[in-house]
């Protein structure tokens, strides 16, 4: 596992006025964790823009082999935080899985995620596909086309089979949301069976996302869902075709998070700020002149020690555009946003989407009432630090104040309108359990999942 060790000497684009003062910092060696996802580019591009430095932190960032190890090493403590899925947090604070109050002061990206099918699948669903003036298969593409091809996968004696990166990742969550909207029913957790395939018409299980274009060509899977660079690899390899994207599914939803224990937090209150301002600075540069950074951040990001696939590959999602079916690539400007409309901001509201999921899909097995969802999301999304640290970045010249929301920010976004989901129905975090009854596919009200059934 490489280690990058944060150069003295490290240059940045802005200079802070001699007044700014250097938070007293707790701890300033640290070790953070991260997978090799593009959306790992806050990380990246803080330790090799000197952002880090700046706050007198010295940094070593440190790939790991795949979700679980990621969050063990950060409860554990061989990490100080990490580049996280928003479920991690948010799971094991609940004690889904392993038990761990973690929190997040700061989101790392809004968008980044993609559907990708077989070639086989591809040919199979295209024919019925619509088309638009080009000729070109017109987007988004609903799960419904995916359905009679599992009933021909099923009479064939075939189980249809996808790949997803964790079992509370984002991934498998829109995944699901895509089956479920397209009439699929993509199965159910119980606490007996955390498989997921409880009444599942598509299978869906774990592969780690730098190998799922490998076993998508191996044929072990049919399709999947993942981060780029993987479905961009897919085209590039020729293997499958991305038919939709996340932001296709729900216009700049949130995505991944930057997690640390609450013990670490309190312990190291001043490190934890320092750490958030690099960070909020680091998206700043990734988004800032019309994303006009994007191709350094490129050639950063397909280095070996942080994501390692060529540039080409990465910078086929990462500056503005997506390509689905080889040759067909299109303006998708919007498909990897890691700092406008807000996003960073560690909103109340994208954590009780997150659990409103969970709860869906039988991970959290009983009713929980609106209460609940509100105090689980105060718990671990933490935007008075990400504030604090914000407010220090304006003191010091580095951003001004019309950069962040309002100081009387709620903690909630204006609820989402249904016309930016691919199901047409709108979320609104204040009221969870409205939004799951809305839901056609998934648990409601008081049912649970008990044996292969669901009653209540």
């Known amino acids: 596992m490489k280690k990058l060790i944060v150069a003295l000497a490290a240059s940045t684009a802005l200079t802070a006025p001699a007044t700014a003062e250097m938070l007293d910092l707790e701890k300033d060696v640290l070790t953070f964790g991260f997978i090799k996802l593009t959306d790992m580019a806050p990380l990246a591009v803080a330790y090799e823009q000197g952002f880090f430095d700046d706050e007198g932190l010295f940094v070593t960032l440190e790939a790991q082999a795949n979700w679980k190890v990621l969050l063990d090493g950060v409860i554990s403590g061989t990490l100080d935080g990490a580049h996280m899925l928003a479920g991690q947090p948010l799971a094991a604070t609940i004690g889904y899985g392993t038990e761990a109050h973690i929190i997040t002061p700061f989101s790392m990206d809004l968008n980044g995620n993609g559907i990708t099918v077989s070639n086989e699948v591809w040919e199979m669903m295209k024919p019925n596909l619509p088309t638009n003036d080009d000729g070109l298969v017109s987007h988004p593409i609903s799960a419904s086309y995916l359905k009679p091809v599992i009933e021909e996968f099923n009479a064939n004696g075939k189980p249809f089979n996808m790949g997803m990166v964790f079992p509370v990742s984002t991934h498998n969550y829109e995944l699901r949301y895509w089956l479920a909207a397209g009439g699929i029913e993509p199965g159910y957790y119980s606490p007996e069976d955390v498989t997921g395939q409880i009444g599942a018409e598509a299978f869906l299980s774990v592969t780690p996302p730098p190998q799922m274009p490998a076993t998508l060509e191996a044929g072990t899977i049919s399709g999947y869902c993942v981060g780029e660079p993987w479905n961009q690899q897919a085209v590039f390899k020729g293997i499958g075709v991305p038919v939709i994207t996340?932001?296709?599914?729900?216009?700049?939803?949130?995505?991944?998070?930057?997690?640390?224990?609450?013990?670490?937090?309190?312990?190291?209150?001043?490190?934890?700020?320092?750490?958030?301002?690099?960070?909020?600075?680091?998206?700043?540069?990734?988004?800032?002149?019309?994303?006009?950074?994007?191709?350094?951040?490129?050639?950063?990001?397909?280095?070996?020690?942080?994501?390692?696939?060529?540039?080409?590959?990465?910078?086929?999602?990462?500056?503005?555009?997506?390509?689905?079916?080889?040759?067909?690539?299109?303006?998708?400007?919007?498909?990897?946003?890691?700092?406008?409309y807000n996003a960073t901001y560690p909103y109340y509201s994208d954590a009780v989407w997150y659990l409103t999921q969970m709860r869906r899909w039988g991970q959290i097995a009983e009713a929980k009432p609106d209460s609940w969802y509100d105090e689980v999301a105060r718990s671990v999304y933490k935007p008075e630090i990400y504030m604090e640290a914000a407010a220090l970045l304006i003191e010091e010249g580095y951003a001004t104040e019309d950069m962040f929301p309002a100081a009387d920010e709620d903690g909630?976004?204006?609820?989402?309108?249904?016309?930016?989901?691919?199901?047409?129905?709108?979320?609104?975090?204040?009221?969870?359990?409205?939004?799951?009854?809305?839901?056609?596919?998934?648990?409601?009200?008081?049912?649970?999942?008990?044996?292969?059934?669901?009653?209540?």
């Not at 997690?259 to 934890?272: H, R, V």
């Not at 609820?415 to 609104?428: L, M």
């Open 246 to 340: 996340d932001y296709e599914l729900w216009k700049n939803n949130p995505e991944k998070v930057f997690g640390i224990t609450a013990e670490f937090a309190e312990q190291y209150p001043n490190t934890t700020l320092a750490v958030t301002k690099a960070l909020i600075r680091a998206a700043m540069w990734l988004d800032e002149n019309d994303n006009a950074n994007r191709p350094e951040a490129v050639e950063i990001l397909s280095r070996p020690e942080y994501v390692g696939a060529d540039y080409e590959v990465i910078a086929n999602s990462m500056t503005g555009t997506f390509e689905y079916e080889k040759g067909d690539k299109r303006e998708v400007p919007d498909f990897n946003v890691f700092f406008r």
């Open 412 to 456: 909630y976004k204006d609820p989402t309108p249904a016309e930016d989901v691919i199901d047409g129905i709108g979320f609104d975090g204040t009221q969870p359990n409205a939004y799951l009854e809305s839901l056609p596919i998934g648990l409601k009200g008081e049912q649970k999942v008990i044996g292969n059934e669901i009653q209540g």
